[in-house]
């Protein structure tokens, strides 16, 4: 008779070494621009992150849009915790990702915003301090044009993002002369 032992690994592959530095360099939190991203360019920008010529080439043909300054927050992921198999309690299923960013650019940009609304073309990319993190999957947006009870409140597109992706989004470092600048196409 024989035996069969799998491999508890189901990921599908090796879990690499963690890595531990007592003197990290920290990066800092918000979401301080964002790169939405056509599906069909996604993985030309990925095959080439921090290189600046492929995101330029990206915003000349309208495939990347860059919103460069705005204000925000990601969730982490919320992962659906599924009811388990034999003797397993519970198992991952999905994970969501919600990020939420406001972008001060209101007036003039009602017209893209009503248009992207109904868009499942895109993904983004979003920076911090000095990283870029993808969603490398379709996102859906869904803004808004809050305007608060506060006269000294600015107007600020309110732009829930959510995607579905198992992973958890990695750092790039940012590319130069991306996300610190206006682009404007037309």
């Not at 990066?27 to 995101?55: C, F, G, N, Q």
């Not at 460069?68 to 388990?84: C, H, P, R």
């Not at 809050?146 to 995607?163: H, P, Q, T």
Request: aromatic fraction near 12%.
């Amino acid at each position: 008779m024989s035996n069969y032992y799998p491999t508890s690994d189901c990921a599908g592959g090796a879990v690499p070494d963690y890595t531990c530095n007592p003197c990290p360099d920290y990066e800092y939190a918000r979401i301080r621009s964002i790169a939405l991203i056509k599906m069909s360019y996604i993985d030309t920008v990925l095959a080439a992150p921090t290189s600046p010529a492929v995101w330029a080439t990206g915003v000349d043909n309208g495939d990347v849009v860059v919103i460069y300054k705005t204000q925000g927050n990601y969730d982490g992921g919320a992962t659906a915790e599924l009811t388990g198999f034999g003797d397993d309690t519970t198992f991952n299923g999905n994970t969501t990702h919600t990020l939420v960013y406001r972008d001060p650019n209101t007036v003039d940009n009602c017209d893209f915003y009503n248009a992207i609304r109904g868009s499942s073309d895109y993904t983004l990319a979003f920076r911090t301090s000095s990283k870029i993190w993808f969603a490398e999957t379709s996102v859906t947006l869904t803004p808004k044009n809050v305007v608060a009870d506060d006269i000294n409140s600015v107007l600020a597109w309110e732009v829930s993002c959510k995607w579905t992706n198992n992973d958890s989004p990695c750092p790039y470092t940012t590319p130069d002369n991306i996300f610190d600048t206006c682009f404007v196409n037309g």
